[in-house]
């Protein structure tokens, strides 16, 4: 009777498993083929070492450099608003939730669009600087534009985790380490810092992913001055119809993506395990 | 006190940083003017041709209905998929999720060339590989919204039933579905609001003719950018908060229930 | 006779316009085992917020050895302070939680291991240096909890409700143990709890309080034999208690009847709360007595038997070693050392909870 309970509803994940095998690991195993050969379908690495190409090898660095300046201003201006946030003690926390989950319903393309706005030459930033008497800035299609966007699109994702690990603590932990003499500075190093280090991570990953592998930011408020990894991928494939070259590089992003996220892991649990011990 | 008034500060300078580029999109939308940064009186005309518009309106449609058909059907395939993982042993368990986690941390380029490249080799590229596509991502974010209000359902409460002389399939929609149903509904939301703000999936498999809102102001903000784009912003985000305020004044009701 | 070390002078606190604590005074001797006793919401663990320093009274003062403290942030107060749900660091292991005072007020490394060695010997937890928190069941878990406060050498050590979470078994055993440590250490305890059988058990003295005001303070068995209000003698134990006209002195009316007392001083014809334990009740036949009535049922307890017996109108609670079967016509008598008088409550507040929750 158990036994064939238990049959029928293993077999209820049976879509899920079809699905899985064909447009989870068949689309990837594509990649890895398309990647692995030339097009006359013979067995090369040139798509992968492609990526020391010095065209390839710069846009791979800027948008590593940034993706982390990214993260970094991501960090520094969500931990305290965290803290912030977590010391109001609302009594709904949905409505943090709310406030910055709202902005992030707007389609991608109309935040970019703001930011367009803001940014231009004849934009409100530049505006406000004349009427102080001060020189007008290129401020669209430069990095910093670009990274002006990929914060603004992926705060959220470094503010919520941080948010929810630190509403986690408990606060007669808090209180119990001011028992024992604990100052607030060193409350907020020894309990507050190592408890939410998790979140902390989670954000990382959260913002450093997608800022690494983003195109259409770079392509929009770059105004193609800023090639990305991304975009130099795009190109290859809309634009050159290089399939093999741009599923090479593809493979090399891979990598990168999965190499940060066991670096942030690996660091993670180290933290984790040495306050553990 | 003064930390007190600086994190206040603070709070709002981030509120500003967050809502200060849609303010600016919303009060242009009624800018008679076309300027950036001048006021040339109210008008709604932004509002008329941006309804005139097939183009937007067509992008529109095509995005709700993708929204719609992909996050209801991701619903029903992830909720079965989570209730027989659930039953599944350790090993398969493992697999299925660690299978799962491959849409959500691989980048959106990587995952949207990897199914262009499946898509381009057996069909063409058109409607229907933009909804495979988004099904794909939209499946996990169901799953894992599921999967742990399935494992906090009471085992007992479901064989009591059983016990009682309840069918399975009564047993389930009395005893699981109540406690799984916000889950399913959380689920279903982040599966809306995945598709709706996709765009590099969508961008790499819909193939010519085919445009969703996201993919269409793409082609359009590479040309330049048009006023009607301010209107459909600010009915977007007025959509938006609706949707949210709906979402949460119904979860505060039944916390209210609760407590 | 010990010195006073804990002084709480006229000490109010209100929460969102409720009223929590109500010029409350409170002296705390040294080395005494004080408990706070009550239902939930009656002040006590605002009162131990206080002395810990995690609250500030709206009015009055909290003085410590003769100074005043009121305004000195827990970090530098020496009390410690265990908690209801043991706030254990989840990120360290058992010796570092232990050590956490110790590192913070500096102490050598070799003064903090064998403080740390010196406290699990304690708590009988020897060689659980290494384990981490959730390796730990939650009786354990009190144990750290208590080893974490203690090695900081505090004067007074704060307890809030430390044994609620804890299985009834375990309840008791800790009980002892905890009675036991405050001899060895000889420091004060200050103990908050809702179970009146905890607060007999190990206190030197209680005190009951009920909506922010303390109702009675004494040793545990002034507390139970002699309840001053009907909220002390209901909230400790269980009681009979029946509504009364003090007639004259030694001489008190309930359920139509007349009966001798041993209390003086109410007044004549006065409405009073008359008390009278289960156990004080004694049953005999029918003609001897005060009162007849039926036994409505009965329930062993092992030691004695609960017997409920309906006469006068009111259900009395009878403990006796005697089988009495249900209907049986019984006489009810009480000799007058256990009847006590108290005045009825001043406000409708205190009825109100009197007759609410426990």
């Not at chain 3, 107060?77 to 292991?93: C, E, I």
């Not at chain 3, 000889?186 to 005001?213: K, R």
């Not at chain 3, 009278?276 to 049953?283: G, Y």
């Amino acid at each position: 009777m158990n036994f064939k309970c238990k049959f029928k509803r293993q077999f209820l994940s049976g879509p899920y498993m079809v699905w899985i095998v064909g447009f989870i690991l068949l689309p990837i195993l594509m990649i890895l083929y398309y990647g692995l050969t030339d097009s006359a379908g013979s067995f090369t690495l040139q798509n992968i070492t492609a990526i020391t190409e010095p065209i390839h090898m710069k846009a791979l660095l800027l948008s590593l450099k940034l993706a982390l300046l990214c993260t970094a201003v991501c960090l520094i201006l969500a931990y305290p608003l965290a803290m912030i946030l977590n010391g109001l003690h609302l009594k709904r926390q949905s409505f943090v939730v709310f406030i910055f989950m709202l902005p992030m319903w707007m389609n991608l393309m109309l935040r970019i669009l703001a930011w367009q706005l803001l940014l231009s030459n004849n934009g409100i930033f530049n505006t406000v600087l004349e009427s102080l008497g001060l020189a007008k800035v290129q401020l669209l299609n430069t990095s910093s534009a670009v990274v002006f966007g990929m914060v603004y699109d992926f705060l959220p994702f470094m503010i919520l985790p941080i948010y929810n690990s630190m509403s986690r603590i408990g606060s007669d932990v808090i209180d119990a380490a001011k028992d024992l003499g604990a100052n607030t500075l060193q409350v907020f190093l020894k309990i507050i810092l190592p408890l939410t280090v998790s979140g902390v991570i989670s954000g990382i990953i959260m913002v450093f992913v997608p800022a690494l592998t983003s195109f259409v930011i770079s392509d929009l408020l770059g105004g193609g001055k800023v090639l990305l990894i991304g975009n130099v991928i795009e190109q290859e494939f809309m634009q050159s119809m290089d399939w093999n070259m741009g599923s090479g590089l593809s493979i090399v992003l891979m990598v990168f993506v999965i190499a940060s996220m066991a670096f942030m892991n690996a660091h993670g649990n180290e933290e984790g395990g040495a306050a553990v011990w | 006190m003064v930390k007190k008034i600086s994190g206040r500060i603070y709070l709002s300078a981030i509120f500003l940083f967050l809502y200060f580029p849609i303010l600016v999109l919303i009060v242009l939308s009624f800018n008679d003017s076309k300027s950036r940064v001048a006021w040339g009186g109210f008008t709604g005309k932004w509002y008329v041709s941006m309804f005139q518009n097939t183009a937007i309106m067509r992008a529109f449609a095509t995005t709700i209905q993708i929204t719609l058909t992909a996050s209801v059907l991701a619903t029903v395939i992830g909720t079965l998929a989570a209730i027989g993982i659930q039953a599944m042993r350790r090993r398969g368990k493992a697999i299925l999720l660690g299978a799962t986690n491959i849409p959500l941390l691989n980048a959106d380029i990587v995952t949207g060339i990897s199914m262009m490249l499946l898509f381009v080799r057996f069909t063409r590229l058109g409607f229907l590989t933009v909804l495979v596509a988004h099904l794909t991502f939209d499946i996990p974010y169901v799953i894992l919204n599921v999967l742990p209000r399935l494992n906090a359902t009471s085992k007992s409460a479901y064989e009591a039933a059983l016990d009682l002389g309840a069918t399975p399939l009564y047993a389930f929609y009395k005893i699981v579905w109540p406690d799984i149903r916000p889950g399913v509904f959380s689920g279903f939301l982040m599966a809306v609001t995945m598709s709706l703000d996709d765009f590099s999936i969508t961008y790499f498999t819909k193939g010519a003719g085919v445009n969703t809102l996201s993919t269409m102001l793409y082609t359009e903000l590479r040309k330049g950018i048009r006023p009607e784009m301010y209107a459909l912003s600010t009915l977007l985000f007025g959509i938006a908060l609706l949707l949210l305020l709906l979402i949460n004044f119904r979860s505060a009701r039944k916390n209210d229930i609760h407590n | 006779m010990a010195k006073e070390l804990i002084h709480l002078s006229h000490i109010s606190k209100s929460y969102d316009g409720t009223l929590v604590l109500d010029d409350l005074d409170l002296g705390i001797k040294e080395n005494a085992f004080v408990t706070l006793l009550g239902p939930s919401g009656c002040g006590k663990t605002t009162t131990l917020r206080l002395l810990g320093g995690f609250e500030t009274p709206d009015r009055g003062q909290v003085f410590f050895d003769g100074a005043d403290i009121t305004s000195l942030p827990p970090n530098e107060r020496k009390l410690n302070t265990v908690f209801q749900k043991y706030a254990l660091f989840p990120h360290m292991s058992i010796a570092e939680n232990i050590a956490f005072g110790l590192k913070i007020s500096k102490k050598s490394k070799s003064y903090i291991n064998d403080k740390i060695k010196y406290a699990l010997k304690l708590v009988n937890l020897d060689g659980y240096e290494k384990r981490s928190v959730d390796s730990l069941s939650g009786g354990q878990q009190q144990r750290i909890a208590i080893a974490r406060a203690i090695v900081n050498e505090p004067k007074v050590l704060l307890l809030d409700e430390p044994l609620g979470a804890l299985d009834l078994k375990l309840r008791q055993d800790m009980q002892y143990e905890l009675i036991r440590l405050k001899e060895e250490l000889g420091i004060t305890f200050v103990y908050v709890t809702h179970d009146q059988e905890e607060a007999l058990t190990m206190s030197d003295s209680i005190v009951v309080m009920n909506q922010g005001y303390i109702q009675q303070i004494g040793t545990p068995e002034d507390i139970y034999n002699e309840p001053c209000n009907a909220f002390v003698a209901d909230f400790i134990g269980d009681s009979n208690i029946i509504d009364g006209v003090m007639l004259k002195d030694k001489l008190v009316q309930i359920l139509g009847v007349t009966i001798p007392c041993v209390d003086t001083g109410f007044g004549e014809h006065q409405p009073v709360d008359v008390v009278i334990r289960p156990e004080d009740v004694e049953l005999s036949d029918p003609p001897d007595g005060f009162l007849e009535g039926d036994v409505a049922s009965i329930i062993f307890k092992g030691v004695h038997y609960e017997i409920e017996v309906t006469a006068g109108g009111y259900d009395w609670l009878v403990h006796t070693t005697k089988m009495y079967p249900v209907g049986t016509h019984v006489g009810i008598s009480v000799i007058p050392f256990n009847i006590q008088i108290m005045n009825k409550p001043e406000s409708n507040d205190e009825k109100a909870v009197e007759t609410g929750e426990f």
